[in-house]
């Protein structure tokens, strides 16, 4: 290890506390990545993991002994990779997804409306060369999906698997056939990624003269081993994503009871001016004016710290940005509480924005959408 690196562990005494004060940012984004490795991952669940951390900053209480400058850094890199990740595909997934409606259009002031969800799904349909009866479709299936009406009530945490079992032809409802398409797509390379790590058990400095056909011969049954496995564990009911050493999260909500009995019995709160002796009589006229002077001193020292802690707090509160989305300001970030639990969307009539019907128009998704009524 480099001389300085040492100094700078053994001598400098803010190192410990930037340490703990880094773990603390760089936590849900690690959590974030362990959970978005699985095979069933979606361009959806990549949304949910970015408004988790997100969530998770937006609650990181802020200590006296904090560095200022590193919450506001670490706050202006996270909103401005935020948005490099928040594309519109990603928008549109979290949108398909049947418990993420509300959550991805939202009343907060710089969310996506319905209308950006419209146009995005028109944008893919003429990509992908739809004809405008199947366009219009489209737009008719999106206006009942986003009211929760009819055919698309309900949700289920698992998307991709609630949009194949809806009992509904395609053809007839273009927006499944989208729906699918856009939440099978595995926005990682962490299979290929093991893939590899898997060939390099395979091939050893000690067993390095495999021909290039038993090579690959032996990478596709292992792969093929780990996909049964994979299936098996998945019929089980075993949970799929990945998981790291340190996500070691409380069992139950609330707090911890274990902690609580440990401090009752080891812990005891000496308020100011109290003395060591055991007379019952004793009181602060037997304290010395060294004493008391010591005593102000840890008060104010106290009061200090409380100060710079508000003070902190007050500053990260007045930021503004521009993009706000750890303030809450793009994504309500109560919907991921009931995402959470697994609860449906209901009807969400009241954010359409109806304006009338336009005719003889041709296949464009500007006159389509004020066809419609949504522009």
């Known amino acids: 290890m480099a001389p300085d690196v040492v100094s700078i562990i053994l001598r400098s005494e803010d190192f410990w506390t930037r340490l703990v004060q880094l773990l603390k940012f760089v936590k849900p984004l690690v959590d974030a990545i362990g959970n978005v490795e699985a095979r069933d991952t979606n361009l959806a669940d990549c949304m ?5 951390c997100s969530k998770a900053f937006s609650e990181i209480k802020v200590e006296a002994d904090d560095d200022i400058n590193f919450i506001l850094h670490a706050r202006s890199v996270f909103n401005h990779r935020f948005f490099i990740m928040d594309t ?13 409606r509300k959550l991805a259009v939202s009343t907060v002031v710089k969310s996506r409306p319905f209308e950006k969800m419209v146009k995005i799904a028109l944008g893919l349909a003429q990509q992908w060369q739809w004809s405008q009866e199947w366009a219009q479709a489209l737009v008719d299936n999106l206006q009942l999906y986003h009211q929760v009406k009819t055919l698309f009530v309900g949700g289920h945490r698992n998307s991709l698997e609630w949009w194949e079992n809806l009992p509904v032809s395609s053809d007839k409802y273009p927006l499944k056939a989208l ?7 595995v926005p990682h390379a962490a299979e290929v990624e093991r893939l590899f790590s898997s060939l390099g058990g395979i091939q050893t400095p000690t067993r390095n003269n495999l021909a290039l056909n038993n090579f690959e011969t032996l990478g596709k049954l292992r792969s093929n081993y780990c996909y049964h496995l994979y299936q098996r564990n998945q019929e089980l009911g075993k949970p799929l994503h990945r998981r790291h ?14 902690l609580v009995e440990e401090l009752e019995k080891g812990f005891t709160w000496v308020p100011p001016f109290s003395t060591d002796s055991n007379d019952d009589l004793a009181g602060p006229e037997e304290s010395t004016p060294e004493d008391v002077g010591k005593a102000f001193e840890e008060l104010e020292a106290q009061l200090h710290a409380e100060k710079s802690t508000s003070t902190a707090a007050g500053i990260l509160e007045n930021i503004v940005d521009g993009n706000e989305i750890l303030e809450g300001r793009v994504y309500d970030s109560r919907e991921l509480e009931a995402i959470d639990k697994g609860l449906a969307p209901t009807n969400a009539m009241e954010d359409l924005n109806i304006i009338g019907d336009a005719e003889g ?15």
């Open 48 to 52: 949910l993991e970015l408004l988790r």
């Open 88 to 100: 519109d595909h990603h928008t549109l997934s979290l949108f398909l997804h049947p418990l993420c």
């Open 179 to 185: 729906a699918i398409t856009l939440l099978s797509v």
């Open 245 to 258: 050493a340190h996500m070691h999260t409380q069992a139950e909500t609330g707090v911890n009871i274990d």
């Open 361 to 375: 128009l041709g296949w464009d998704t500007d006159a389509m959408m004020v066809e419609k009524g949504i522009l």
